[in-house]
């Protein structure tokens, strides 16, 4: 019997197809795949499937209309994307906000946020075998989706806010709803963690698994939860505050080995730093206005207004007919913020027309993707779904 | 089975309606989940709007074990050459759901890359309207799906005479 | 500080390739030949500015400029937490600029799509096809003569006949 075990077991190399309909790619992206054995020895990832020409929508819709569109890329926090390319727009027309319009912002940022990160730990635990994980996540999910329903009116593609404001005031009563949705928030992590955090199953299958170093993850381009895994300390709400983020008291996670297993932690972690954003943005809220002047220009007035009043009628007319209403100055203008995949931006180029010249999204999803050739190489084929889901891809934003 | 041996007598309308009984409690539907659709179907399988209350609980990622498609999401044309070939291995008897605005038309997205809907390629039974469509909604297009198996007659799935 | 002192030293240094530095919305940009950006590129990276954050091209065709196309580069300085703006001008016969991918790999993916939707040739690029679009696509669909609703490649598939007949659901 012995020689038999000590003689090398000769295989051959096998190309799989890890295709573009699969339940563990995390939406249409297609690995092919060339094994020796169980061991990954090259990867060539192929993407596009789910491109649909997002940039060049931009060029025909005007500033307001794009709003819709941003909502579609990254589809697990739409708020994120809304907020970023208000700003953006924002910078280049040079418009101040109200206070209270930041304060609103910075909330729903972060309730995205949390939903975000619960349905990725879901899809991560999924992946892996644990199903209920996953269930918990979404329990959570449908209360903050019921939130986004009472202030903006849709649950997914919420569209709220408005180059210079938002698109209304947040209800009378939504405050006590929030602080009730974040208790139940709160538990629903702490259970998650109880099952997750010391299970031996999954610190087998998750640590020391695509490993990323921290000089990798900068020439990669890595940013957001991925790269603060990795030991990097650049949180672009903390270096680079937008919207009024340096009012706010919280802590930034980072983990120091960079493997799956660590960024999963630092998702909790960033779930509970929300929930203390969240706290302090309702109990520091300040009084204002959210809709701005309609004599600037710049969006519509109040329904009530344009039935009622002579002004409100002429606004809206001049408002609505092309060529009239924003008129941008040329330039180009680009506002990184802190999404919960890394570094989203908008890098909008004006040509003085109410719709913008060039319309561009850095995606963090893509960026963070590129890397996966390299993480999987030399580990096992039951390896891949736990470094996909830790990835965090997003194919609305991969391919636009 | 020739069509005009089929007529309805006792033993078949009641041989159809036992079939379609338990071909339309037990579908297994095979989600084709793309984009922003995808996330609400996956929460029409989650806890509050639950869609193994009608049977449909086996979510099989197999064409070849399942008999609805539900394609949510905006479908590109890198991608429409992957769901024929998903279409096509399906056995019959089989129905299609386009969820969400733009798998039915093309949605928001009137570009050089995105399928002006899919039922110009492959037949479709019900549109689910909404960009995207609310968990009941989707629900509501299982119901109705169930409704059109309640008609179906045995010599439906008869070859049709010019093959 | 950094920022200031850095786009005195490339003046200084590369008094061709640098067409002019502006600034608009608080930002610098510097505005170079596409020919000369891997050196401006490297100098600047020595210099300080480690991360790229973003890599794509601008179609000058009816918003004016020195050249056809410009393919601008958004650096970050993790340390001092400066941006900066580079855009290199390529011209409309021959769109082809050094690649990048030897100073950042973020690159490699970034310049696939450039080439993708513009057209733009990336010198020295280890694996120059196309990322977004199917293999067969011909054209190059954002630049700005390119139409929106595209040349008919999307009315171009098969119609599935399921030969069974189905009857109509009688309402």
Redesign the interface.
Known sequence: MKHVIDQPLETDRMVLNYGPHHPATHGTLRIIMELEGETVTKVTPEIGFLHSGFEKLGEDLNFNQYITITDRMNYLSPLCNNVAYALAAEKLMDLEVSKRTEYIRVLMCELSRIADHLLNVGMLAVDLGAMTAFLYGFRAREDIYDLFEKATGTRLTTSYTLVGGLMRDIPEGFDKDVLKVLDEVDEVANDIETLLNKNRIWHDRTKNIGIISKEDAISYGISGPMARASGIDWDIRVNEPYSSYQDFDFDVAIALNGDVFDRYLVRMEEIRQSIKICRQSLDKMPTGEVIIDPNLGLSLPPKDEVYNSIEGLIYHFEITMPHRGMTPPVGEAYVPTESPNGELGYYIVSDGKSSPYRVRTRPPSLINYSIFSKLIEGHMLSDAPAILGSLNVIAGELDR | MN?DDIKSNVLTTTLESAINWGRKNSLWPMP?????C???F??VL???TDIARFGAEAIR?SPRQSDLLIVA??I???????L?R???QMP?PKWVISMGACASSGG?????????GID????VDVYVPG??P?PEGVVESLMKIQN?ID???L???????S? | MLLEQTLAQIKEKFPDPVLETTEFAGEQILHVKGQDILTVLTALKANGFNFLADLTAIDNLTLGGYERFAVSYHLLCHKTAERLTVKAYVPEEKPSLPSVESLWKTADWQEREVFDLFGIIFEGHPNLIRIMNPDDYEGHPLKKDYPRLGRKERGDFPVIDRGIQKQKPSK
């Open positions: 069509h084709f989940g793309t984009a922003c995808g996330i609400e996956m929460a989650a806890a509050r990622f999401g905006r590109s044309i890198k991608m429409m050459p992957v024929i998903i279409y096509e019959e928001v997205f009137d570009t050089y890359s995105v399928i002006q110009q390629f492959i037949p960009c995207p609310r059109l008609k179906e007659k010599s439906d799935y008869a070859l049709s005479s093959k």
